[in-house]
């Protein structure tokens, strides 16, 4: 609207000139050599306007043809970008969704139509990468590296290469280049503080986390919190170099992570070798209500040197009293408890565990049996139930289960990954319960000691009389029977032996275990069963299973042929007699002949 406006001022403006013009009387002369032009005003003016009009438009087209070489060019350059660019857009894309035929053709296409284009060479580089080109992505990540517009781009490009090729100090080379070139850059200085954490450099590793608090990579708390860790681990390595440097680097850790465990033991241990009790007992205690930990629990009961073990009980009931009803205090409990003797108390702390134990659990309930009353069979199911049970918690990062705290992550590098969590082989099954064992499975898995069978719920009986049984148990047979043969097996009974020439005293061995038949309904399936392949006569009074089990072969083995090579020409009628030796024979021989 505005530009119309605009035209018909001008159009409104030029009539009122021309009006202005038309208007003026007077002649214009002009003389020129022997000529002379005497014309009025307005014709004059008028043409001028024409002569001007005429040169702006002559010189224009001039313009244009000398210019247009210049415009084909630029056109034809336009267009060889654009296809380059499509070209790009299209790799890229086969590079999201995996085609690394077509990703390699693009990038073909790209680099020769838009070979000095940044995305052009992270193109090439890229889809050398998808198809597993090492040498060709080295390639194109140093051609990048020596631009100056995508020289962070190689870099990181050779440091990703050098981490797939395994060379960790290539990589460590690079990430520092790119440490000084980009002080912010988040991956360099992760990549540069991991490795000097593997390499047992603290100070570098201080200066690096200063670094990032500067360049704003870390806020206030992340950067105490990290700075704690770090003090940590190297007060943990001079611990049994330099103890009085240990223990002031400690102190300061513990001041900016007072919920980092170690940092709480370390500290705690000190301050109890400087018979400040009071002191180490809060450290210990703030740390606790963040995270129970067993190695919090051991410090804590040990924070007074020279106590009983009934001292360190009453210490041990007043930490676990702070977080009732963790499994952590449960377990210090009855730790103490088994050192002071005080194996009801130790029951009662694990009375609520007990239905689905963890393996720590169930090792202190086999140390109870065995140290309360010597009972070697039930310690000894307590601890087959241990080869069962869940996994307790430990110090896990990454997937990465750790028998210890350390500083950084060995898969990723990452600084404070370790966590006391549950590692994730011990995450609950949606398979069903726990298979629990069989009286006649804990029976096969005892010592071999000769019990009188029990009924299954009044467990096993403790041993008698020690002898080695007289018969073997046959093992059980591969399951790979029909369906219908299954059921058979299944409902099948152990075959008794023989009985043993044997004194009075000894008892049999076919009464050692329990058979499948005294199995109560309900209870889990043994597993050793009756074997089936060797034959019914074996159940019968008196018959003996046979020493020697007889070699089958192989279905696909087509062993030695035992008949002799057939003639085709010679038809032998009936089976021929086996020829006599001796004088015998010779005259058979020269008789039939």
Avoid at 78 to 89: F, L, P, S, V, Y
């Amino acid at each position: 609207m505005v530009r119309i406006v605009l035209f018909l001022v001008g159009i409104a403006l030029a009539a009122a000139g021309a009006a202005w013009v038309a208007d003026q009387t007077g002649e214009v002369t002009l003389t020129w050599g022997g000529y002379r032009i005497a014309t009025a005003l307005p014709v004059f003016a008028m043409a001028l306007g024409v002569i001007i009009v005429v040169a702006v438009v002559v010189w224009s087209l001039l313009r244009m043809v000398w210019k247009t070489p210049e415009r084909m060019r630029r056109a034809r350059r336009e267009r060889r970008h654009a296809r380059g660019r499509h070209a790009i857009t299209q790799g890229l894309l086969a590079i999201g969704h995996g085609d690394a035929a077509a990703a390699r053709s693009n990038a073909e296409s790209a680099r020769r139509l838009a070979g000095q284009d940044p995305l052009a060479l992270l193109l090439h580089a890229q889809s050398a990468q998808l198809d597993g080109d090492r040498v060709g992505a080295r390639t194109a990540f140093n051609a990048m590296a020596e631009r100056e517009d995508t020289r962070l781009l190689g870099l990181r490009g050779l440091f990703i290469e050098a981490q797939r090729a395994d060379d960790a100090v290539a990589a460590v080379v690079i990430a520092e280049e790119v440490l000084k070139l980009a002080p912010s850059s988040n991956w360099a200085s992760h990549a540069v503080l991991g490795f000097r954490c593997a390499q047992g450099d603290w100070d570098g590793a201080l200066k690096i986390l200063d670094n990032n608090l500067e360049s704003g990579l870390l806020n206030k708390q992340s950067y105490r919190r990290q700075r704690g860790v770090l003090l940590t681990a190297r007060a943990l390595e001079l611990e049994k170099v330099d103890r009085d440097r240990a223990r002031e680097t400690v102190k300061e850790a513990v001041k900016l992570a007072p919920t980092l465990v170690p940092a709480a033991v370390l500290a705690a241990k000190f301050e109890s070798e400087a018979h400040q009790v009071r002191r180490a007992m809060r450290l210990v205690e703030a740390a606790w209500l963040a995270q129970p930990h067993p190695d919090l629990a051991d410090a804590y009961a040990h924070v007074r040197l020279g106590d009983s073990a009934r001292q360190r009980l009453v210490r041990v009931e007043t930490l676990a009293a702070k977080t009732p009803g963790h499994v952590e205090g449960a377990l210090a409990l009855a730790r103490a408890a088994i050192d002071a003797s005080e194996f009801s108390r130790a029951r009662d702390a694990l009375a609520p565990y007990i239905a689905d134990p963890t393996q720590r659990v169930a090792m202190l309930m086999a140390e109870i049996e065995r140290t309360e009353h010597g009972d070697g069979g039930k310690a000894r199911a307590w601890t087959l139930r241990a080869v069962r049970a869940r996994h307790d918690p430990a110090w896990t990062a990454d997937g990465y289960v750790s028998d210890r705290w350390r500083p950084v992550s060995p898969v990723t590098g990452r600084l404070d990954a370790f966590q006391w969590q549950a590692p994730l082989a011990s995450l609950p099954s949606d398979k069903g319960p726990t298979i629990e064992f069989s009286p006649f499975e804990e029976a096969m898995l005892a010592a071999p000691t000769v019990t009188r069978a029990l009924p299954a719920s009044e467990g096993l009986a403790e041993p008698t009389h020690e002898t080695t049984p007289q018969s073997v148990v046959p093992a059980a047979t591969q399951d790979n029977v029909p369906p219908a043969d299954k059921t058979e097996r299944a409902t099948a009974v152990v075959p008794e032996a023989p009985p043993a020439q044997s004194s009075p005293s000894e008892g049999s061995p076919s009464e050692s275990f329990p058979s499948q038949a005294s199995t109560p309904q309900g209870s889990s399936a043994p597993l050793f069963r009756a074997r089936t392949d060797l034959g019914k006569a074996s159940n019968a009074p008196g018959a003996a299973i046979p020493p020697v089990i007889p070699i089958v072969r192989a279905p696909d083995d087509p062993g030695i042929d035992d008949e002799a090579p057939s003639d085709e020409f010679i038809e032998q009628i009936g089976t021929p007699k086996q020829q006599a030796g001796g004088w015998r024979g010779f005259l058979a021989r020269w008789g039939g002949s």
